[in-house]
């Protein structure tokens, strides 16, 4: 199993419509959960950082944790073409003097306009 | 403020041939990480470095990686000699203190690695 796992997709969604991006993770005691998003060519970019349970909206993007079913989304409004990328979810387990941040392989997500 | 310098870009090569990549991370991060990205995946750590001490290179094939932070700002990372499957996006990317203690990390443009 896959210590964080997304749906590669393609995702495709019509302009101005919800993108709901997903990403479950295996290991219980992961501390803190990024969105990366990744143009393609392009490196990472951390876009949205969540800590704890519940949701964090920042402009169009909201991100949701869900610790107790290790879940994470990020749900993306009001859809614009150049919200296309792919999108990498990634999880922080810090044990002792270990600092592990996990990606998983990605969603990528077109915008039709 | 400068983010993340990688070079080069791009990098082709012939197999069994030397390579390597140059980094510097954005001035006061004292954390760097090399990550590797195959095509369609997610980038993986090969190694982390706090100030110049690797202090996590679980992930680097050492029988023909290396990589080295001297004065604990830039580094390089080496591959000799280069196999078919080396080809890759090689990340750098550097951290904070309190970056690295929650995950929030800067990542350089990449350097494509092509072994034909």
């Known amino acids: 199993q896959k210590e964080v796992e997304q749906n590669s997709g393609p995702l495709s969604v019509p302009e101005g419509a919800i993108a709901s991006l997903n990403c479950t993770y295996s290991?219980?005691?992961?501390?803190?959960f990024f969105w990366y998003r990744q143009y393609s060519g392009k490196s990472p970019e951390l876009i949205m950082s969540?800590?704890?349970?519940g949701d964090k909206e920042d402009g169009r993007f909201t991100a949701q944790l869900n610790k107790a079913s290790q879940y994470v989304s990020l749900l993306i409004r009001d859809s614009q073409p150049s919200d296309s990328a792919t999108y990498l979810c990634?999880?922080?387990?810090?044990?002792?003097?270990?600092?592990?941040?996990?990606f998983g392989s990605g969603t990528q997500l077109t915008v039709l306009p | 403020e400068a983010g993340v310098v990688q070079s080069p870009r791009y990098k082709i090569i012939e197999k069994k041939q030397p390579v390597a990549f140059w980094c510097n991370p954005i001035?006061?991060?004292?954390?760097l990480y090399w990550y590797r990205q195959n095509l369609g995946q997610g980038p993986e750590l090969l190694i982390r470095?706090?100030?110049?001490?690797?202090?996590?290179d679980s992930q680097l094939p050492k029988d023909r990686f290396s990589a080295e932070r001297l004065k604990g700002v830039d580094s390089t990372l080496k591959i000799q000699p280069a196999e078919l499957g080396d080809s890759a996006v090689y990340l750098c990317?550097?951290?904070?203190?309190?970056?690295?203690?929650?995950?929030?990390?800067?990542f350089g443009e990449g350097s494509r690695l092509t072994v034909l």
């Open positions: 990317a550097s951290s904070s203190w309190g970056g690295a203690n929650t995950g929030e990390l800067f």
């Open positions: 001035s006061g991060h004292n954390t």
């Open positions: 969540i800590y704890s349970n």
């Open positions: 470095y706090e100030n110049e001490e690797a202090v996590d």
């Open positions: 290991d219980r005691g992961s501390q803190s």
């Open positions: 990634a999880v922080f387990l810090s044990s002792g003097s270990a600092r592990q941040l996990t």
